[in-house]
């Protein structure tokens, strides 16, 4: 499977080339280039399992994908249009990755903010070669023009482009090869629905339980050829608030800590003592998380009150608290959305250590 997300397969062309498709793949590479800086700092790439069989959890989900491609393979046919939705850093991108490796096939990999222009996405599309996935991140934040592009793409593998403007403006067709779409998003809500529509699949990622997030925290640790023990390993998936993204970043943290204090093996004691230098509690909650649950018990009486309330008082983004934030702390009942706005539940009253007035 090849990965387009480096500059190794998309090189700027060395001329100047003015022409429409090749700006787009050059702002692609940018948009690749960018992409890839950001996994090398988080460095998941050399962590992410390759085929479905080493992926850990999601259980029902791997079993309706693994049907899938089974069936695809054996009709020859590339893999339904798929979306996968759900809080951020449960493997949505690990899990397109592991389809294009199973089907054996290239994953290109984009966002829907990169796709601001038609020409941005006609490039992609353009550049599929057939069975391809096109992985669009954030899909629910992609503009109406690109939507209307991926209509026909998606439906009939055709791509339709309006050349020139007003009353002597003609629509050519172009034909694409069959191809995949994954979409992925944190809000499944807000995909309008033609667009949800045209996914043959759509598949929410659940948060794991920490018996899963300790086997991948001890396969990581196996990969980054650290020791920790069993109860070592549970700990730090005790505060990953049930995603392996963050089980894997407090990994790395631990070690960090290990290595410093001369520690060879990670066991629970000094899992617990560096993440708690790290102001992660025992719940997993991290500094904002606790500041969002304060400020509504201290400010608002623990709620009812509204989103923007609490981003104003905090000083948090909005979409960030709702996006990231909350499903972890509504997952563990420490906060229930009403329609009146957000409460702070009688759990976390007594995780915080506070009495309710
Ligand atoms: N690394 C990150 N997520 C993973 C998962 N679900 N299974 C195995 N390793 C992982």
Known sequence: MAIKRSSQEDKPPRKKNTSSVNQANQKQNLLSAKLTATETENNEE????????????????????????????????????????????????????????????????????????????????????????????????????????????????????????????????????????????????????????????????RFYEVDELTLIVQRTAAILQVAVTDNGAAEIARRSRGTPRIANRLLKRVRDYAQVKKIPTIDQSLAGEALDLFNVDQRGLDWTDRLVLTTTIEQFGGGPVGLEAIAAATGEDAKTIEEVYEPYLLQIGYLNRTHRGRIVTKAAYEHLGKTKL
């Open 46 to 205: 050399g962590i992410r399992p390759h085929k479905l069989a080493d992926y850990i959890g999601q259980k029902e989900l791997k079993q309706i994908l693994n049907i899938a491609i089974a069936a695809a393979k054996g009709r020859q046919e590339p893999l339904d249009h798929l979306l996968l939705y759900g809080p951020p850093g449960l493997g949505k991108t690990t899990m397109s990755l592991i389809l294009a490796s199973e089907m054996e096939v290239n994953c290109k990999i984009t966002a829907a903010p990169a796709l601001e222009r038609p020409r941005d996405i006609t490039g992609l599309l353009i550049g599929l070669k057939p069975g391809d996935i096109l992985f669009i991140d954030e899909i629910h934040r992609l503009n109406r023009m690109a939507e209307e592009l991926l209509y026909p793409a998606m439906e009939d593998y055709r791509l339709d482009i309006t050349m020139g403007k007003g009353q002597s403006a003609k629509i050519r067709s172009i034909k694409l090869p069959p191809f995949t779409l994954v979409g992925a998003t944190t809000k499944v809500g807000s995909l309008t629905s033609p667009l949800r529509d045209r996914f043959g699949l759509i598949q929410r990622l």
